[in-house]
């Protein structure tokens, strides 16, 4: 008995050694890879009222698990540091989160500290040094006045919705869906496997007439607002590692409101999952880090504890700062 599973194991260890050996592409042998990326998060400003006896600005534990369920650590970044403070942050991480909520996308602190990451990464990246941005909703709303150097957002309303992704020919070619099975591809422009949650957006017209946002994402995907109007919902970098989703893969898997058109299907939790992964895979092959593990651990959300939120708002759990 003991002799069979010995073997059975020697076996499987053989197999995967040689499935991994041949999955992997000869190129990414070749480059570094980190194995214990870390991604940060801006905090939101409490504008909620319910929400302020708790602290100045939270997180909604949902990115956090997005990040974790695909491998990676979380770095909550406070908006009231310096520039050489965010600079000496950007240095220890390995790509950022946008995530949604509600706030000035030119004046708040929010934005002006999202900016501050934004030139670092597109500096960086300028120069090899890989950095991944991924934007949730709010957070791709933001990479879009990033790139375009303005705000373009109109009324796209699809608030509590959820939809399958009318996808462009793009799609099928880019990198975010580049390791999709053709069944869940299908399936994403067939089921309801996006939550919408949101009252502003970019128009098709606006992204197709805006020469700068053109030229720097490639349109993955659209969808239709309650006013029948066209709404960019996934873009992604043509030359930069930045995506960006309208909608929300976080709430697939980790909020569970029953008020809300969360997806919470098959299809739905595997989209998230590959996504999160596809993103924590990103953020591998930057090489940033801590000066040292004790640095590194402080830093991390894990000396953070969340609150529970499900009996007075739309989320499970919050982190407040
Ligand atoms: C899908 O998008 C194309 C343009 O990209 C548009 O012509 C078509 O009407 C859209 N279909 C739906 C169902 O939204
Ligand atoms: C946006 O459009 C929707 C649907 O037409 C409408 O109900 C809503 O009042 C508009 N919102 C804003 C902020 O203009
Ligand atoms: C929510 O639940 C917590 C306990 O889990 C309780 O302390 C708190 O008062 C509740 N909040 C509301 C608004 O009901």
Not at 96 to 112: H, K, M, N, P, V
Not at 118 to 137: H, M, Q, R, V
Not at 155 to 173: K, M, R, V
Not at 297 to 319: D, H, K, M, R, W
Request: hydrophobic share 40%; aromatic share 14%.
């Amino acid at each position: 008995m003991s002799n069979t599973r010995f073997s059975t194991y020697l076996c499987f260890s053989f197999a995967c050694c040689f499935c991994c050996s041949k999955a992997m592409p000869t190129k990414l042998n070749q480059e570094a890879v980190n194995d214990r990326p870390v991604i940060g998060i801006l905090t939101q400003i409490v504008t909620d009222d319910v929400l302020k006896p708790f602290g100045r600005t939270f997180i909604p534990s949902s990115y956090v698990k997005f990040i974790e369920s695909g491998g990676g650590r979380v770095m909550p970044i406070r908006l009231t540091l310096n520039t050489a403070e965010y600079k000496k942050i950007f240095e220890n991480i390995n790509g950022l989160l946008f995530i949604g909520g509600a706030a000035d996308l030119e004046t708040s602190d929010f934005a002006r500290v999202a900016k501050i990451f934004y030139s670092l990464a597109l500096k960086a990246n300028n120069e090899g040094d890989f950095f991944p941005i991924w934007g949730t909703c709010m957070g791709m709303q933001l990479l879009t006045v990033l790139v375009a150097g303005e705000n373009l957002l109109a009324n796209t309303t699809a608030e509590n919705i959820a939809l399958p992704l009318n996808l462009t020919t793009e799609a099928s070619s880019s990198r975010m869906f580049e390791g999709f099975p053709n069944k869940l591809m299908r399936a994403l422009t067939q089921e309801p496997l996006t939550g919408n949650f949101h009252h502003y957006g970019l128009t098709l017209e606006t992204f197709q007439e805006n020469e700068k946002l053109r030229s720097f994402f490639s349109l993955l995907s659209t969808n239709v607002a309650e006013n029948e109007v066209h709404f960019v919902s996934t873009i992604e970098g043509k030359r930069y590692p930045f995506y960006g989703v309208q909608w929300h893969p976080e709430v697939n898997r980790f909020q569970w409101n029953r008020k809300l058109n969360f997806p919470h299907s098959a299809h739905a939790v595997q989209l998230s999952s590959l996504l999160a992964e596809f993103f924590v895979n990103e953020g591998r092959r930057s090489l940033h880090q801590f000066d040292n593990p004790e640095e590194e651990a402080s830093s991390l959300i894990y000396n953070n504890t969340p609150v529970y939120a499900g009996n007075f708002t739309g989320y499970e759990q919050l982190y407040f700062f």
